[in-house]
């Protein structure tokens, strides 16, 4: 039915817009220094360690400002509470100076201990962070919260540690196991571990919120130790999780220290109101240290998710702004010749799980074979058409030219077919695949299309397509009940390491069923590596390995895209669709009718 | 009377009951969890959301937890809106739904009632005729094709009202129009009917023949029958008003009721889904129960609570 609403609206709206203006509706700016948002979503949660998402960073980002923020237009971490930073040399212990201009919208200094009390709550079992994983860079942070212990030689003192120089952490079922002597066989690593124990006069440790690495030296001091090397650190001191979160509120209000009677923030803008289902409203923060330079008095993010009630409210001028991803496809090549389209690279990965532990998919062949025969580019260019970029490898992009990308993947229908003969299923004979995908965007479209290039290459296989609710889908991936699945993945922040960390052998993110020492060994070595040159090459080395094996096979590589009334400055198309509202303006006077820059 | 009411109401608890049991378990079965997105966290962080929710405890010792939570009104916390409460929630849809639904349906009472009145009455006027057919064409035309048809004319080309949203009272327009559009035409018809059938009885004739003035032949005698059929109709029609209308705030972008329910049920928001549900089921059973006790005081032939 929805898909009725579509069609009917589309063709409406297509009609009523046959000569091509240069904007699309309305460009008068609204009353005032406000920007209203097209969001996409309700926000889950406004407290920055509940809240999981995207749609949820937008808003929080602009409430709480963390030690780093995001540079508008290449993200890059660029001072905000820290005024400067220092790092060692391997990238394992980082000192912060904060600004001591930095205020609460209560009034009171932001200081080093907040940022020590945030992160510790963000780890704290209790808080059940759904994003404290992105914290597990910090020395014990992940021991913390996951309740994993050390060990500890007590003849030295010294935790013990991998070939890779990291300190071994265990499972509480681990260690019970290694103390009751009673290590399964295959699990050689706890094997090997047990003989190294038996060497050692040794304790299990148990990690406290103390023992996590980060300290206050003074109130404007902040030191950080690292579990291993993290060159990237100031790229995740960025996220919405590392923002600091007002202790009094916390303390004070529970559950409900987020509303807007209630909070307490220390970003560019406070909250004055969030209603569920309707809007959230946030204001300029006027004790922001830095508010000379924010130059929106309002901001007001809608939550509507309907993709043509989105359009119709942003042509009657009722939506300045649209978040990425939110354009009906039906409607996307009329829209790309208005000035309002703006479109760039996304760190979003579009790609089919292989579930490699069923025949004939374990077979490294016939998972080449089928990534061989789709045609990647026509399925871009004709399907897509938003300038999504085939790809022919796991990450999506080269990272600024700093990470050696390998791209393996082509069209090769006639290598396919050889490859599937070989494989023992000549034209595809005796082939059956089940190929799952969820309800919604244009899943089902692109899984036709890839069922159409595999029936053209290989005319006797058989593939069935199952369409599954979103719930339904994600549990029957987890399941691993799939043969081929699609999926896609978007960065966390713009690292290599975001998508790679995913299909380590160990990530709850890899249903393939695919484990490869030589690709964990890899990722581990560059994780533990501080040399951003080497890190890379290793990384790059591991997604070849990945490649070779191709437990995913690649598709496209997104992109953003999305309206924006001419009016609005400083929102900018960047590759994790994120907007700091600092430095975004709605400009009254003098829209130069041709203006389409940033 | 009362003795039938305070029947009804007890009657009204079991029922409840088995709606939520019913719900709870459902629910339950469908596969997924609340807390699931498209990246997996580690299952540490899934045990202690699991642990945090209470979700971890066997299902027996969930559901005591639920219905002992039930009988001191506390429904829970929402899963997909960690800070705010089921109760909050609802009365957070109620706030949108409820002038939605209320304004509809007054509009469809004011304009469907004399409507079919006029249409019994010159049953052969071309012009009450070509209104009726409009209504028909109401009935017919489903609300997500008039909806965008009324956001087409009304906002992108007229600019006349918002195509979608809430809060102000510009952004009621539209969709009470879509709303109502289908319960006019119904109510008209019913009316129509109802009072054509009133107006051929003997004690319309033998009114007549007693002078009565017609106006007062019409009000009284007529349109009374005829009401107890709009009646039946329209009470639980307006709980399903207020119960929010899935299609109606999706194209409107409304934060209704039914809004919150998709929502909750694509989230497995399991909280939510059984508040809204329990809403629902004591809006209707109350709104039925109205209904009867009005066409006990309408109708002279029916007796409440008297058996035979």
């Given amino acids: ?598 | 009377m009362r003795g039938y009411i305070l029947r009804r109401i007890l009657l009204a608890i079991p029922l409840l009951w088995l709606i939520l049991t019913l719900t709870f378990f459902v629910v339950r079965w469908a596969p997924g969890k609340p807390f699931r997105r498209e990246r997996a966290v580690p299952a540490e962080i899934e045990a202690h959301l699991d642990r945090h929710y209470g979700l971890d405890k066997p299902w027996y010792v969930q559901y005591a937890n639920y219905m002992r939570g039930l009988v001191r009104l506390d429904f829970g916390p929402s899963y997909r809106y960690p800070d705010a409460t089921v109760g909050e929630i609802v009365r957070q849809g109620l706030r949108a739904s409820v002038p939605i639904g209320l304004a509809a349906y007054a509009l469809a009472l004011g304009l469907g009632l004399p409507l079919g009145v006029l249409a019994a009455l010159h049953p052969h006027s071309a012009w009450v005729r070509a209104v009726m057919g409009l209504a028909v064409l109401g009935v017919v035309t489903p609300n997500f094709v008039l909806g965008p048809l009324l956001v087409l004319l009304f906002s992108l080309t007229l600019y006349w009202f918002p195509p979608a949203g809430w809060g102000e009272a510009r952004h009621l327009v539209l969709p009470v129009l879509t709303l109502s559009a289908a319960y006019v035409a119904y109510i008209a018809r019913l009316t129509q009917s109802g009072v054509q059938q009133a107006l051929a009885q003997d004690y319309i004739r033998t009114a007549h023949a007693k002078g009565v003035h017609p106006r007062a032949i019409l009000l009284r005698h007529a349109l009374r029958p005829a009401l107890l059929s709009v009646l039946s109709f329209t009470g639980p029609s307006l709980a399903f008003l207020l119960a929010g209308t899935v299609v109606i705030e999706k194209i409107f972008a409304i934060p209704g009721l039914g809004h919150f329910f998709v929502q909750a049920a694509l989230n497995r928001d399991y909280t939510l889904i059984l508040g809204i549900v329990s809403f629902t089921a004591i809006a209707l059973i109350v709104l039925n129960l109205l209904v009867d006790i009005a066409i006990a005081l309408l109708d002279p032939r029916v007796a409440l609570g008297r058996e035979g």
């Fill in chain 1, 1 to 598: 039915m929805k898909r009725l609403v579509c069609i009917g609206v589309g063709l409406l709206l297509l009609g009523s817009c046959a000569h091509p203006a240069a904007y699309f509706g309305k460009i008068e700016p609204p009353e005032g220094a406000v920007l209203r948002v097209g969001n996409g979503a309700d926000p889950a949660s406004l407290d920055p360690h509940r809240a999981p998402g995207s749609v949820e960073e937008q808003i929080v980002i602009n409430l709480f400002e963390g030690l780093t923020e995001y540079d508008p237009v290449t993200l890059d971490p660029i001072p905000a509470v820290a005024e400067a930073w220092e790092v060692n040399e391997h990238a394992t212990r980082f000192r912060f100076r904060l600004r001591r201009t930095a205020r609460w919208s209560n009034g009171r200094p932001v200081t080093a201990w907040d940022f020590v009390y945030s992160w510790r709550r963000a780890l704290a079992p209790e808080t059940a962070s759904p994003n404290a994983y992105l914290l597990y860079y910090i020395k014990n942070a992940e021991a913390y919260n996951t309740g994993k212990v050390k060990v500890r030689d007590r003849r030295t003192g010294r935790f013990l540690t991998d070939v890779f120089g990291r300190e071994l952490m265990l499972t509480p079922d681990e260690l019970r196991r290694i103390r009751r002597e009673d290590v399964p066989s295959e699990a050689r690593h706890l094997q090997e571990l047990r003989r190294r124990l038996n060497d050692h006069p040794w304790e299990a440790v148990t990690l406290s919120a103390e023992d996590v690495g980060v300290r206050a030296l003074d109130d404007a001091t902040l030191e950080v130790e690292m579990e291993a090397p993290t060159a990237f650190f100031l790229k995740l001191t960025t996220l919405g999780v590392y923002r600091p979160v007002p202790r009094e509120a916390i303390e004070r209000y529970g559950r409900a220290w987020t509303r807007p009677e209630h909070i307490v923030s220390n970003g560019p803008f406070r909250l004055v109101e969030f209603t569920p289902g309707r809007r959230v409203v946030l204001e300029k923060n006027p004790l922001y240290w830095d508010a000379a330079r924010v130059r929106l008095q309002r901001a007001i993010f809608y939550p509507y998710d309907e993709a043509t009630t989105v359009l119709n409210l942003y042509k009657a001028g009722e939506l300045d702004v649209l978040v990425s991803g939110l354009l009906p496809p039906y409607a996307l090549r009329r829209l790309q010749q208005k000035r309002d389209y703006v479109s760039g690279p996304y760190l979003l990965s579009y790609f089919l799980l292989v579930n490699v532990r069923r025949p004939p998919l374990s077979d490294r062949r016939v998972r080449w074979a089928l990534a061989l025969s789709i045609d990647r580019e026509r399925l871009c260019r004709r399907l897509l058409a938003a300038g999504q970029q085939p790809s022919g490898a796991f990450t999506p992009s080269d990272f600024q030219g700093k990470y050696p990308r390998p791209s393996k993947v082509g069209y090769d229908p006639e290598r396919a077919r050889q490859l599937l003969a070989a494989a023992g299923y000549p034209e595809g004979r005796g082939l059956r695949l089940r190929f799952l995908y969820n309800t919604g965007a244009l899943h089902a479209q692109i899984a036709e299309a890839i069922q159409a290039d595999w029936r053209r290459t290989f005319p006797l296989i058989r593939v069935e397509l199952i369409n599954q609710e979103w719930q339904v889908y994600l549990n029957t991936v987890r399941l691993g009940d799939f043969d081929i699945a699609r999926r896609s993945f978007s960065a966390d922040f713009s690292d290599p390491t975001s998508f790679l960390d995913s299909m380590l052998s160990t990530s709850p993110n890899n249903p393939t069923g695919w484990a490869n020492p030589e690709y964990d060994r890899f990722i581990q070595q560059a994780n533990a590596t501080s040399d951003d040159h080497r890190r890379m090459a290793l990384l790059a080395r591991a997604e070849e390995v990945l490649l070779d094996d191709l437990p995913i096979i690649p598709i496209y590589s997104s992109v953003t895209n999305f309206l924006r009334k001419p009016y609005v400055r400083g929102w900018h198309a960047n590759v994790l669709d994120r907007h700091p509202l600092k430095f975004v303006a709605v400009e009254r006077e003098g829209t130069p009718p041709g203006f389409s820059g940033r």
